[in-house]
Nanobody
Framework: QVQVVESGGGLVQAGGFLNLSCIVS????????MGWFRQAPGKEREGVSC????????YYADSVKGRFTISRDNAKNTLYLQMNSLKPEDTAMYYC??????????????????WGQGTQVTVSS
């Protein structure tokens, strides 16, 4: 059974930074795209960033481009999201999404096979 566990969320002031991590167990990690999504109260889940299985291609939502950096370490089955210059509108539950093996990056949650429970990011003004 694939397990996805996020960590690194917290409370930070506007302009600050946070680094999220996501560990994926048992999946053939290096064959699967990985993504970060977020969901604020009363809003739909939205794609934040995605990275191809090789790490050679990365994608960012316009709202985070230039501030967030996604990366992965396939040897450690770990996905990262470095978030700089945080804004109050970045406040949300952040979710790590994985797979399936051989899949492609996507902005649609239904295209991902495995999800974590989420880690809360709160940015105060």
């Amino acid at each position: 059974q694939v397990q996805v566990v996020e960590s690194g969320g917290g409370l930070v002031q506007a302009g600050g930074f946070l680094n999220l991590s996501c560990i994926v167990s048992t999946l053939t990690f290096d064959d699967a795209p990985m993504g970060w999504f977020r969901q604020a109260p009363g809003k739909e889940r939205e794609g934040v960033s995605c990275i191809s299985w090789s790490g050679g291609s990365t994608y960012y939502a316009d709202s985070v481009k230039g501030r967030f950096t996604i990366s992965r370490d396939n040897a450690k089955n770990t996905l990262y999201l470095q978030m700089n210059s945080l804004k109050p509108e970045d406040t949300a539950m952040y979710y790590c999404a994985a797979g399936p093996d051989g899949g492609e990056c996507s902005w649609y949650p239904d295209d991902f096979a495995y999800w974590g429970q989420g880690t809360q990011v709160t940015v105060s003004s």
